[in-house]
């Protein structure tokens, strides 16, 4: 059974980095797209970023581009999110998701990912 468990969220000021983790055990994730979503109070889910994580092909959400980097690090089973020059509204809970059945097309909708992390909240002050 695949388990996510994410890490690394907190309260940070505007203009700040902080670094998420996902460890995923349960399986080899060989064939799997790692995704990171958020969601926001109020607000429906949406795709942050996503890696490949046999050929490291990364995917991000244009609001992020330049700011956020995911990546792997196979040995450790560890998915990461590297977050700068954070802004208040990325506020929200970050999800780390795992699919193995993806395409291109449906790597950024949370619909078609089927294990998820508990999610860590990130808060971002002005």
């Known amino acids: 059974q695949v388990q996510l468990v994410e890490s690394g969220g907190g309260l940070v000021q505007a203009g700040g980095s902080l670094r998420l983790s996902c460890v995923a055990s349960?399986?080899?994730?060989?064939?799997?797209?790692m995704g990171w979503f958020r969601q926001a109070p109020g607000k429906e889910r949406e795709f942050v970023a996503a890696?490949?994580?046999?050929?490291?092909?990364?995917y991000y959400a244009d609001f992020v581009k330049g700011r956020f980097t995911i990546s792997r690090d196979k040995a450790k089973n560890t998915v990461y999110l590297q977050m700068n020059s954070l802004k208040p509204e990325d506020t929200a809970v970050y999800y780390c998701?795992?699919?193995?059945?993806?395409?291109?097309?449906?790597?950024?909708?949370?619909?078609?990912?089927?294990?998820w992390g508990q999610g860590t909240q990130v808060t971002v002050s002005s």
């Open positions: 998701a795992a699919e193995s059945r993806w395409t291109r097309a449906t790597l950024m909708a949370p619909n078609d990912y089927d294990y």
């Open positions: 349960g399986r080899t994730f060989n064939s799997y797209v």
């Open positions: 890696i490949i994580w046999s050929g490291g092909f990364t």
